[in-house]
Every structure is written in C-alpha cells, then in structure tokens.
C-alpha cells in the first residue's frame, strides 16, 4: 500500500496551501482518513480525520481554518489550509485506516514564514 502526499512547501503567515494524497487501496464506506503533522522533537500529532461514522474531527489548533475532504473515486484525501500561522510548520503526513490496519505516506513539508 503506498500513500502519496503532495502540495506542501513555504507559504506566508496567512496564506493557503492545499494538500493532496493519493492512495494506493481504495477507499471502503469504513476506511477512515487523517492528516498528522510532526516537528522536530515532538510527537506527531492528528490535525484532521474523516470518516462515514465521525465525520470530520479537527484539532482545536485549526478549527475553522483547515478542510479535510476525500474523493473516494480518485482515492484521494485533501487537507485545505486556510490562514496559515508559523506554528503550522511542521511535516505533514495522511494516514489510512482500513480493516484495522493502518497505513502512512512519507509526509509533506509545511513551512510557514512569518
């Protein structure tokens, strides 16, 4: 299974960026995407998930700021990122989880300048 992420780089404090991933198993009414984001030294933390039985989760850190969405027939997952704040630098990873098991792409770098 290969995850591929995509739409990340350097954006200035407020500007937008969307990110892009790309699965390689399709996407069951159960399968439950996430984006994560990871700095240096810290543990990598859950931004946003979907699914058909949660819905959308956010962290409260970018409530109203970011979009997840997915596009089950291309097998995609986006992260719109609206309003970028320095503290959003980080990577940027999407996650799938199907038939519990769960599956990770390489990541996105994400820097945001003040």
């Known amino acids: 299974v290969q995850l591929q992420a995509s739409g990340g780089g350097l954006v200035q404090a407020g500007g937008s960026l969307r990110l892009s991933c790309v699965s390689s198993?399709?996407?069951?009414?159960?399968?439950?995407m996430a984006w994560f984001r990871q700095t240096p030294g810290n543990e990598r933390e859950r931004v946003a998930l979907?699914?058909?039985?949660?819905?959308?989760v956010y962290a409260d850190s970018v409530k109203g700021r970011f979009v997840i969405s997915r596009d089950s027939a291309k097998k995609t997952v986006y992260l719109q990122m609206n309003s970028l704040k320095p503290e959003d630098t980080a990577v940027y990873y999407c996650?799938?989880?199907?038939?519990?098991?769960?599956?990770w792409g390489r990541g996105t770098q994400v820097t945001v300048s003040s």
């Open positions: 979907i699914s058909s039985s949660r819905g959308t």
């Open positions: 996650q799938q989880l199907r038939g519990g098991y769960e599956y």
């Open positions: 198993l399709s996407f069951l009414s159960s399968t439950t």
